[in-house]
């Protein structure tokens, strides 16, 4: 034999006044609208139409609430009682909740709602708030049947709140569902059945939710629909409290099923089963009081064979302690995890809003937005410019340390240059032990030598011969400046692409909105760039030669003892007898002769020198000019104070840009749609709700 769960004794963690606030508090939440995104932990009252569910609450409440049979709520009801301080006195407050899901003009009207109550609620004083309530929703009156010319919806998922508070009172609350029906009526449609249906779930499908399901002893428990439901949700009856009525209107010889039902026999629910004596019809013609009903109960209870049930299990006054233990200990319980998934909303909030970024719907909004990221990109972009890697952002990649990555390609664009950038290897004179002719480049330079002639007496060269030869000889130079330019063009536009990335709240399209705005500006400044190499690659190739750095004089009068020594040791070489049998001035004759080449040799040869000496100068000039003043002076100069045409590519997205955007530009870049709009503003809404929860939280957890 199953035994009967006993009434659970009554928690230590909570005094009377922070009992009290804690009630008040889950009150507050229901108030607030947060039982629309965490569940709330309740007691909900389900049951079958003519189940005496009505009847059940009347006792429960002591509320008048209808029994007629053509009369039913079309909506959920909670009654809230609060015990306040001895000598205040009694009070009735009677508010909607509106549905979340409804219009914000609907919520308003609903929020704003207010019905009176003088003293008390009396059974025509009840049902004028149910007709109001019932007007308020814009639902038709009880009782109107589905041939009246209301084709509105009939029931509603708005909450009516009934909260009483008095002295006398005992913290309590109760949410009342209207009653579940089989099929269609004069009083109720199909569409009808299918919402009230839907409604009970929402409500018993909340894990934090006591269901209490009210049975008649008249039918089977399994034949009734709302145990039908409540297994569904509740398969293990964890959540379920059984409550049987009417179980003096069942037949003789019939009790035991009942009995056995109420020993939790047949159904296993873990909070058990009660017995619950009603009014019965005549009583309520005959307007028996509840008082007077509530001693009929307890003398039913005493007669057999219901004297067998414990007599904590029969009678509403045994259920009306019950329940008010198994609230009190069920909210203390769930409390502490209500504020926890609370504070994970919160935060979730916090976090959906941070990437939505701040409010951009009008332009100075839009402008203040585009400063603040325009700020923060300067900052990163400056430190990678020169070369400081102390932002986050540079750690993701190697690639984004900008002032790295130019470094390279300018090394390796000076070495292109030196092993790439001539058409012809000049001669080695160093590396010959006498005098040799023969390398390739002085035929090159013979050819120019007779291409140029002019009327020049022997023995000088025109000197357009070193000018073409240079231009000749630093064809590649063009080939290797654009290429080197290019890369860091593209390395250039992946930072600039990878930090408004960084720096761009990820929800927006601002990346690539800004990214297009400025890409005219970008090509402005690469054209800037470019024109400069140009004109460096002009004045290098197409001008004179012409330096001052006294490295082309110490290289060419290098070049020119170096060929003096090597006639010296090619002479000695041919004299292998030595010049020391020979007269002194023989000597110096064979000397000279030995030093002297005929003009056209030595044409050649001072060309070769000249040329030699001056393009090792004009190449390192060269380099550093590409690097200094094309990808230095445009590509990443730092100077933002002299209008948009000196801004490097890198830097382009400043606060000065952005202060120069017109109205237009700013909605075009910065401006939120609608969908945008509205997800702040429902963020911002039930973010502002949650935090208001969280503080009336903060006291007790």
């Not at 890369?487 to 297009?516: G, M, R, Y």
Request: net charge negative; hydrophobic share 40%.
């Amino acid at each position: 034999m199953l035994e009967m769960p006993k009434p659970k004794p009554k928690g230590t963690i909570f005094d009377v006044k922070e009992k009290s606030k804690l009630f008040e508090v889950v009150d507050k939440f229901r108030e607030l609208g947060i039982h629309e995104d965490i569940s709330l932990p309740q007691l909900v009252v389900v049951g079958d139409q003519s189940s005496g569910k009505s009847s059940l609450l009347e006792a429960l409440t002591a509320l008048p609430f209808p029994v007629a049979g053509t009369i039913c709520t079309r909506f959920a009801t909670q009654i809230v009682f609060r015990r306040t301080s001895p000598g205040e006195a009694e009070r009735i407050k009677v508010t909607i909740i509106p549905d979340e899901n409804g219009t914000e003009e609907q919520k308003e009207r609903l929020r704003a709602w207010k019905y009176d109550v003088d003293e008390s609620l009396t059974p025509d004083e009840f049902k004028r708030l149910i007709l109001s309530a019932s007007d308020a929703m814009g639902l038709p009156k009880p009782g109107e049947t589905t041939m009246g010319k209301n084709s509105g919806p009939r029931f509603s998922d708005d909450l009516l709140k009934i909260e009483l508070a008095s002295p006398t009172h005992d913290h309590f609350s109760v949410v009342d569902v209207p009653g579940i029906f089989q099929a269609a009526t004069v009083f109720q449609t199909t569409e009808d059945v299918e919402m009230i249906e839907r409604l009970v779930k929402r409500y018993i499908s909340d894990k934090r939710t006591i269901i209490l399901a009210v049975a008649s002893s008249l039918h089977e428990t399994a034949n009734q629909k709302v145990f039908r439901l409540a297994e569904v949700e509740d398969p293990n009856g964890l959540r379920t409290l059984g409550i049987l009525t009417k179980p003096d209107a069942v037949q003789k010889g019939d009790e035991q099923r009942i009995i056995d039902v109420a020993r939790n026999k047949v159904t296993e629910l873990t909070h058990g089963w009660f017995v619950i004596r009603n009014r019965s019809t005549d009583d309520i013609n005959n307007n028996v009081s509840l008082e007077k009903r509530n001693q009929n109960e307890a003398e039913f209870f005493k007669k057999s064979p219901w004297n067998q049930l414990h007599r904590d299990r029969v009678g509403i006054f045994a259920l009306n302690k019950f329940l008010r233990e198994l609230l009190d200990e069920h909210v203390k319980k769930e409390f502490p995890g209500l504020v926890s998934e609370m504070n994970k909303l919160i935060t979730n909030a916090e976090d959906e809003l941070a990437i939505l970024g701040p409010r951009r719907e009008t332009p100075d909004e839009q402008r203040r937005m585009l400063l603040r990221l325009a700020m923060k990109y300067q900052g990163i972009a400056l430190n990678a410019i020169l070369g400081n890697y102390r932002d986050d952002f540079f750690n993701a990649n190697p690639e984004f340390k900008l002032r790295m990555q130019i470094a390279n390609y300018s090394d390796e664009f000076a070495q292109q240059i030196l092993t790439h950038g001539h058409q012809m290897e000049f001669d080695d004179i160093q590396s010959h032990k006498i005098s040799d002719d023969t390398h390739p480049i002085y035929s090159t330079i013979l050819n120019f030598y007779h291409s140029s002639r002019g009327a020049e007496l022997p023995g000088m060269v025109n000197p357009i011969v070193v000018q073409n030869l240079f231009k000749w000889q630093s064809t590649n130079w063009r080939t290797e400046a654009d290429e080197y330019v290019q890369k860091i063009q593209d390395i250039t536009n992946k930072f600039i692409a990878s930090l408004l990335s960084h720096v761009c709240p990820k929800s927006t399209d601002f990346e690539q909105k800004i990214a297009a705005k400025l890409a005219p500006a970008l090509e402005k400044a690469y054209e800037r760039g470019n024109q400069e190499l140009l004109g460096i690659l002009e004045s290098e190739r197409e001008g004179l030669l012409l330096t001052l750095d006294d490295t082309y004089t110490v290289g060419l009068q290098n070049a020119r003892k170096q060929r003096q020594m090597l006639a010296l040791r090619t002479m000695q070489n041919n004299h292998a007898t030595g010049l020391g049998n020979l007269p002194d001035a023989a000597q110096l004759t064979t000397i000279l002769n030995a030093i002297s080449l005929s003009h056209e040799k030595q044409s050649v040869a001072d060309i070769h020198d000249i040329l030699r000496a001056y393009y090792f100068v004009a190449r390192k000039r060269f380099v550093d000019n590409v690097a200094v003043q094309v990808v230095e002076r445009h590509y990443l100069s730092r100077d933002t104070g002299s209008g948009m045409g000196s801004w490097g590519p890198a830097m382009c997205f400043s606060a000065q840009w952005v202060g120069e955007l017109t109205v237009d530009e700013l909605e075009q870049i910065a401006g939120e749609d609608r969908v945008l709009v509205n997800k702040r503003a429902q963020l911002v809404e039930k973010l502002e709700k949650w935090r208001k929860a969280r503080s009336f939280a903060g006291g007790l957890w």
